[in-house]
């Protein structure tokens, strides 16, 4: 037996397309268990959810606080079998998906974390200007393509397509709350980064399997410039929410509520912008817009963590 844990608000657009992959995988030997955490939608989520009840082992809960991580927990009791695989609600998995994961965790006894491939499903066609200057694994949340099989550090573990020995959660481990999507609209991203480096530190080891693939679907409105500068400064602040916590973030002394190197890396990454061309509308300053605001983003983590101190 393995559970399959995602959690959606409001995601009665991909929803459809990912419960028919669903349907279309090939079933574990021993059983598999599907729940879905409906987050306070208020769209058609629960009627879709509801309508594949018949055609797959589907667990519906409900969980009216915001949050992501706050659904996921509330999952955690539910889960039966020895393994967990958590993804979200926009991925087209492969056939092979759940029984190249489980194969995975059989021949690698040693480690408790796992994560597969993810591949972007564009709406259409990308821009040159997005292949060549966005970091897609942030952006995107997709992995290199040339990534092999192999030990993996822990900040390279996503959300849509990861999966943890059941043994973790009886210990008591759990998702922080405090981080994470549906949180605010500027919310600290890394929310499975938080938790598998807490893993990695009690002595936990991550594992990539490149066979377990799933494609990550991007909506047209993911690839305009606006939508990825503010994907930057959620990115930036969930850094500063990781450096904050494990004290990393070095002696330097701080001004207006943010360590002073961050103010000089936003100056040097401001030099770099205008550089590359923002005020010509050059396509090679998205990088450079995207590292500026992925600092501003950090300085602005400093600076509410400072205020909520006082």
């Known amino acids: 037996m393995v559970t399959v844990i995602f959690s959606t608000h409001n995601g009665e657009r991909t929803l459809p397309r990912m419960l028919e992959a669903f349907c279309a995988l090939e079933f574990p030997q021993g059983g598999w268990k599907i729940i879905a955490i409906d987050n306070a939608s208020t769209d058609g989520t629960s009627e879709v959810l509801r309508n594949y009840?018949?055609?797959?082992?589907?667990?519906?809960?409900?969980?009216?606080?915001?949050?992501?991580?706050?659904?996921?927990?509330?999952?955690?009791?539910?889960?039966?079998?020895?393994?967990?695989?958590?993804?979200?609600?926009?991925?087209?998995?492969?056939?092979?998906?759940?029984?190249?994961?489980?194969?995975?965790?059989?021949?690698?006894?040693?480690?408790?974390?796992f994560a597969g491939a993810i591949i972007p499903e564009w709406p259409k066609v990308p821009p040159q200007w997005i292949l060549d200057n966005?970091?897609?694994?942030?952006?995107?949340?997709?992995?290199?393509?040339?990534?092999?099989?192999?030990?993996?550090?822990?900040?390279?573990?996503?959300?849509?397509?990861?999966?943890?020995?059941?043994?973790?959660?009886?210990?008591?481990?759990?998702?922080?709350?405090?981080?994470?999507p549906g949180l605010a609209p500027n919310y600290p991203m890394g929310s499975e980064t938080e938790l598998t480096e807490r893993l990695v530190a009690q002595g936990h080891q991550c594992w990539f399997a490149p066979d377990a693939r799933v494609m990550h679907i991007i909506r047209e409105e993911q690839m305009r410039v606006w939508w990825l500068l503010k994907r930057a400064f959620r990115s930036g602040k969930g850094e500063a929410d990781r450096q904050l916590k494990a004290a990393a973030c070095g002696q330097d002394k701080s001004i207006f509520g943010a360590p002073r190197w961050l103010f000089r890396r936003l100056a040097k990454n401001a030099w770099e912008t205008i550089q590359a061309g923002v005020f010509l509308g050059r396509p090679g300053c998205i990088n450079s817009l995207w590292q500026f605001c992925h600092v501003l983003g950090q300085i602005n983590h400093h600076q509410s963590t400072s205020r909520s101190l006082l």
């Open 53 to 113: 009840q018949h055609r797959l082992p589907l667990v519906l809960l409900f969980q009216p606080k915001s949050g992501k991580n706050a659904s996921l927990n509330m999952a955690l009791p539910h889960v039966e079998g020895d393994l967990v695989i958590f993804t979200d609600d926009d991925v087209l998995p492969d056939a092979g998906w759940l029984t190249t994961l489980l194969r995975t965790a059989e021949c690698k006894p040693e480690y408790d974390v």
């Open 134 to 180: 966005v970091p897609l694994g942030p952006a995107y949340v997709v992995t290199p393509p040339d990534r092999k099989e192999g030990p993996l550090r822990p900040s390279a573990v996503w959300g849509p397509n990861m999966m943890i020995r059941e043994k973790i959660f009886t210990m008591g481990i759990r998702f922080d709350e405090a981080i994470g």
